[in-house]
């Protein structure tokens, strides 16, 4: 139900030029970025990103068909947040895969406009939180749109212990056929192939005819800037290319066939238009955070198309 109250709320306090807030699907609030790059959309449920297309282009995250829009459930598609932790919970399969953040509701901390528009939400630790995992923390998602779109996630220890996170941004892209699509920029890179649980090592570029969900790694010297993922797609005439700081790892899924028909949320054909490309501190890249201290990883998303390639 729309709460017209709490949009006019958010548009007195935050709407800039370039910024408004709006009632989304399921009447979640969600604010709307416009500017001469192109728009973007953020819902406070799950500080997720649903939308994002450059003026000069078509979308560029892939949103399920089937999406629930029920304020509980994760939205699939667009870039979940995933923390604490990335996957199902070590040691208590009753919590939630992907930990909490993308099933919680995100306030909003500050909007900023010009050239570039900017929206940061936050969200705290409170004693629901603390139920499913016992730390103090302050997370600020960042989103910027430019000539790319810049997601940055600062998790932040308040308390006076120091904790262990594998956070994510769970990216989901829109291709034009994912049997035509290749990505590049994980050549040698060793990876955890999560089907298998078997550690493997990439040659080539990645292509897809199966299920794929892999942990990818990058170099062995810590402080290596993960090299940019490429999303070659010549069916759609574009390229993506995703940058990642803060991050070693990066997860590449694809469900396919079988695991798209158990999902509910996910269209039965839906494998063929998407790949998840996710800038993440998974697995042994995981970050001890001491009290007081922050972490920073982010994701930028650029669009070239062919032509320019050309041109
Ligand atoms: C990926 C995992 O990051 O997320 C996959 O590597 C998982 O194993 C996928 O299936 C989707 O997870 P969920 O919880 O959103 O269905």
């Known amino acids: 139900m729309r709460d017209e109250s709490l949009i006019?709320?958010?548009?007195?306090?935050?709407?800039?030029?370039?910024?408004?807030?709006?009632?989304?699907?399921?009447?979640?609030?969600?604010?709307?970025?416009?500017?001469?790059?192109?728009?973007?959309?953020?819902?406070?449920?799950?500080?997720?990103?649903?939308?994002?297309?450059p003026s000069d282009g078509e979308p560029v995250l892939w949103m399920s068909d089937e999406a629930v829009f029920d304020g509980n459930k994760a939205i699939r598609g667009g870039i979940p947040v995933v923390f604490p932790w990335f996957g199902p919970h070590q040691t208590d399969k009753g919590q939630p895969q992907h930990g909490f953040a993308r099933n919680a509701t995100w306030k909003v901390d500050s909007t900023a406009s010009g050239d570039e528009l900017a929206i940061v939400l936050s969200l705290a630790s409170t004693l629901a939180t603390k139920r499913i995992w016992p730390h103090d923390f302050k997370l600020k998602l960042s989103t910027t749109l430019a000539q790319s779109l810049e997601v940055s996630l600062t998790i932040q220890n308040t308390g006076d212990k120091h904790f262990e996170v594998s956070p994510a941004l769970h990216t989901y892209f829109v291709v034009g056929d994912i049997r035509k699509t290749s990505i590049t920029g994980f050549e040698d890179a060793h990876f955890v192939d999560q089907l298998a649980d078997e550690q493997r090592q990439q040659r080539g570029s990645i292509t897809f005819g199966e299920e794929v969900d892999r942990i990818y790694f990058a170099g062995a010297k810590p402080g290596n800037p993960?090299?940019?993922?490429?999303?070659?797609?010549?069916?759609?005439?574009?390229?993506?290319?995703?940058?990642?700081?803060?991050?070693?790892s990066s997860v590449v899924w694809n469900p396919w066939i079988d695991k798209s028909k158990r999902m509910s949320d996910f269209p039965d054909d839906g494998y063929l238009t998407m790949v998840c490309v996710?800038?993440?501190?998974?697995?042994?890249?995981?970050?001890?955070?001491?009290?007081g201290k922050t972490h920073t990883m982010t994701q930028s998303i650029h669009v070239v198309s062919q032509d320019a390639q050309k041109g």
């Open 8 to 53: 006019d709320e958010l548009n007195e306090r935050h709407g800039l030029d370039g910024i408004r807030f709006d009632s989304g699907q399921g009447g979640l609030p969600k604010a709307v970025l416009t500017s001469r790059h192109g728009t973007a959309e953020i819902y406070l449920h799950g500080g997720h990103v649903t939308h994002y297309q």
């Open 278 to 291: 996710e800038t993440a501190n998974a697995a042994d890249d995981s970050r001890m955070i001491e009290p």
């Open 226 to 248: 993960v090299r940019p993922a490429v999303i070659m797609d010549d069916t759609l005439g574009r390229r993506i290319e995703i940058s990642s700081e803060g991050s070693q």
